[in-house]
């Protein structure tokens, strides 16, 4: 016999709907982050630690939350398929039992 699945809808999509809620709230710290990191450009900090700053944040930092902001829109995406998927598993099967007691 197949093992036995749940889900609890109410669940999956608080989930869907906080990892989308991240990835809003971190794709506008990364704009915002951006910005702050272009002005800081224009402001004539120059040697090592303005080199170093700038190279660790555009070569790493700003694009590893841009990373990060498509992992969690990636997720959101794949936990709203999983409910589709389940929602229209469960129509079909009560669909069989319906049309048999017809």
């Known amino acids: 016999m197949a093992d036995k699945t749940e889900l609890n809808y109410e669940q999956m999509q608080g989930i869907?709907?906080?990892?989308?809620?991240?990835?809003?709230?971190?794709?506008q710290l990364l704009s915002q982050t951006k910005g702050r990191v272009?002005?800081?450009?224009?402001t004539g900090w120059i040697g090592r630690g303005s080199e170093?700053?700038?190279?660790?944040m555009e070569s790493l930092?700003?694009?590893?939350?841009?990373?990060?902001?498509g992992a969690l829109h990636a997720a959101a995406n794949?936990?709203?398929?999983?409910?589709?998927l389940y929602?229209?598993?469960?129509?079909?099967a009560q669909g069989l039992f319906k049309s048999f007691n017809e």
């Not at 272009?38 to 224009?42: D, P």
């Not at 929602?87 to 079909?92: G, H, N, V």
Request: without cysteine.
């Open 16 to 27: 869907v709907k906080k990892l989308q809620g991240e990835a809003e709230a971190i794709n």
């Open 38 to 42: 272009e002005s800081l450009h224009g």
């Open 52 to 56: 170093q700053f700038f190279q660790e």
């Open 61 to 69: 930092v700003l694009p590893a939350m841009g990373r990060l902001v």
């Open 78 to 84: 794949a936990a709203d398929t999983i409910v589709n």
């Open 87 to 92: 929602r229209q598993a469960e129509d079909e």
